[in-house]
């Protein structure tokens, strides 16, 4: 069986609560042997820690900027103290799920995108002061999240991901230029999705991660339209388990096999984020 890394999943969210062993059983048995699980505010860096550690997955410490709205400086204070604490953890392997968000119309207007960028500032020197990786939030925010990873680039260069990447081919290999590795996940199973689906075909293999970003971002069989929802129809539940067949449209598009990408992305995950390479050799 292939071996499969989620990069990118909130196996925290109130969608698996009574169902993190099933479903974390359930994807390992489908070839997902570790999973990375991003914070996304000081309330929830405790759970995503403990879950990291219950199934032997790794974890990132980070407030999203979808939270920024809500968080107050103190919560910047309060992550620096947790990867002070956390930093000999060999489970701590990034901080995220930091970024920008200028698709939210709210997050758009001048003041947020403003504190947004703050925020997204101050994580990333705490990024490069503990010599940690960074797992970036993109929506419509790719040349802001550059100017910052340019003007703040350790003397080492960066490492980590571009989560749920859909810029365009001259913005990916920026990053990609930077140091970071990029996500794709069930967005790629939509025939309509052309722009992703070119990118994640072009693209070098080696600056591809796999994510699904569970419980969101569904793929394509599992995607239930507005109308669809509203007339009664259940939206089903995105899961690590997904992966492989997420995975699977990806080889395909690619003209390759599913052991060859799983094999190339694995090794591109461990890449990005370094201590997954001790894990996993553990």
């Given at each position: ?20 062993a099933n479903m974390r059983a359930r994807s390992a048995r489908n070839g997902v ?36 709205p809500d968080a107050r400086d103190a919560d910047l204070t309060a992550l620096d ?202």
């Amino acid at each position: 069986m292939n071996f499969w890394i989620d990069t990118h999943c909130h196996l925290d969210a109130s969608e698996f609560a009574g169902d993190v062993a099933n479903m974390r059983a359930r994807s390992a048995r489908n070839g997902v042997g570790h999973c990375v699980l991003p914070s996304v505010a000081v309330s929830n860096f405790a759970v995503v820690r403990e879950l990291a550690h219950r199934f032997s997955d790794s974890y990132a410490l980070g407030i999203h900027p979808l939270c920024v709205p809500d968080a107050r400086d103190a919560d910047l204070t309060a992550l620096d103290a947790e990867l002070a604490i956390r930093q000999a953890d060999p489970r701590l392997v990034a901080v995220g799920e930091i970024g920008l968000d200028f698709f939210v119309p709210a997050l758009a207007a001048f003041a947020m995108r403003e504190r947004q960028e703050y925020f997204y500032r101050a994580q990333l020197l705490l990024a490069r002061k503990y010599g940690l990786p960074v797992i970036l939030h993109v929506r419509r925010s790719a040349d802001r999240l550059l100017k910052h990873l340019r003007d703040l680039r350790p003397d080492a260069g960066w490492h980590g991901i571009g989560h749920a990447f859909n810029g365009s081919m001259q913005q990916a290999l920026a990053f990609t230029g930077q140091g970071l590795k990029l996500g794709f996940g069930g967005t790629l199973t939509f025939d309509a999705a052309l722009q992703i689906r070119r990118l994640a075909t072009d693209l070098p293999l080696g600056d591809l991660v796999m994510e699904t970003d569970s419980p969101d971002i569904a793929p394509q069989w599992l995607y239930q339209t507005a109308s669809a929802r509203a007339a009664g129809q259940v939206q089903a539940r995105n899961e690590p388990a997904e992966l492989p067949r997420i995975a699977a449209v990806l080889a395909q598009l690619r003209g390759i096999s599913p052991a060859a990408l799983a094999q190339a992305t694995t090794a591109n995950a461990v890449a990005a984020l370094p201590k997954l390479g001790r894990l996993l050799a553990a």
